[in-house]
């Protein structure tokens, strides 16, 4: 059974500083792994979408990066920013289909 | 592009009472699946729709069912409704059954069961 998890649970950083949010998998037969930001109460919004042939993507100050191998992802933002304050989850596409498997989440306050 | 639409956005039921949820996936995408969100459990898969037929399915009772029209709409239903059934009810769209896309998530229904 895939089991997927987040590291840390929650993360308080000042303004402009840089920050890795790291995802584990426990099974490397997966089609792709998904970064999304959901801000309270609300739904998911799309980061970024590794394939599983991929590295890494790139989007703006966002970056993520795929090692299947060894079973983890990153995510890395640049110069943070107030309105990045939000929780942030990792999903791997695996068993079929368009089914996703979610991470706890990292949930994320960037202070002024 | 319009975006996924789900309705309602709020609902509150009772014990025993059952509710029926619908998604609306983006114009051009044929797949749709849902999702539960609670505090304790997180994201949880329910159930995957592509062409009126469920093509995935988690690891939920049978009071949790669904269905696809021929518009690609989706349709969420759960029977005697139980306290624990309270969470955010999340669709997502995707062009296909294809395993490697994109998936795009509607607002949520968030439910509570009282």
């Known amino acids: 059974k895939q089991e997927v998890t987040q590291i840390p649970a929650a993360l308080s950083v000042p303004e402009g500083e840089n920050l890795v949010l790291n995802c584990s998998f426990t099974?490397?037969?997966?089609?792709?792994l998904q970064w999304f930001r959901q801000d309270p109460g609300k739904g998911l919004t799309s980061l970024l979408l590794?394939?599983?042939?991929?590295r890494e993507q790139t989007s703006g100050r966002l970056n993520a990066s795929l090692d299947k191998s060894s079973g983890r992802s990153t995510l890395y933002i640049a110069a943070s920013q107030p309105g990045d304050s939000a929780t942030y989850l990792c999903?791997?596409?695996?068993?079929?289909?368009?089914?996703?498997?979610f991470g706890t989440g990292t949930q994320l306050k960037v202070e002024l | 592009k319009a975006g996924v639409t789900q309705t309602p956005r709020y609902l509150i039921k009772t014990r025993g009472q059952q509710v029926t949820l619908s998604c609306s996936p983006i114009?051009?995408?044929?797949?749709v699946s849902w999702y539960q969100q609670t505090p304790g459990q997180g994201l949880q898969f329910l159930f995957e729709?592509?062409?009126?037929?469920?093509?995935n399915k988690g690891n939920f009772p049978g009071r949790f069912s669904g269905r696809q029209f021929s518009n690609s709409r989706s349709e969420m239903n759960v029977s005697t409704l139980e306290l624990g059934d309270s969470a955010l009810y999340l669709c997502?769209?995707?062009?296909?059954?294809?395993?490697?896309?994109?998936?795009?998530f509607g607002p949520g229904t968030r439910l509570l069961v009282l």
């Open positions: 997502a769209s995707s062009l296909g059954p294809f395993a490697g896309g994109p998936q795009y």
């Open positions: 999903a791997v596409g695996a068993g079929g289909g368009n089914k996703l498997t």
């Open positions: 729709y592509f062409s009126e037929t469920q093509r």
């Open positions: 099974d490397s037969a997966i089609y792709n």
């Open positions: 590794i394939q599983s042939s991929q």
């Open positions: 114009s051009g995408h044929r797949s």
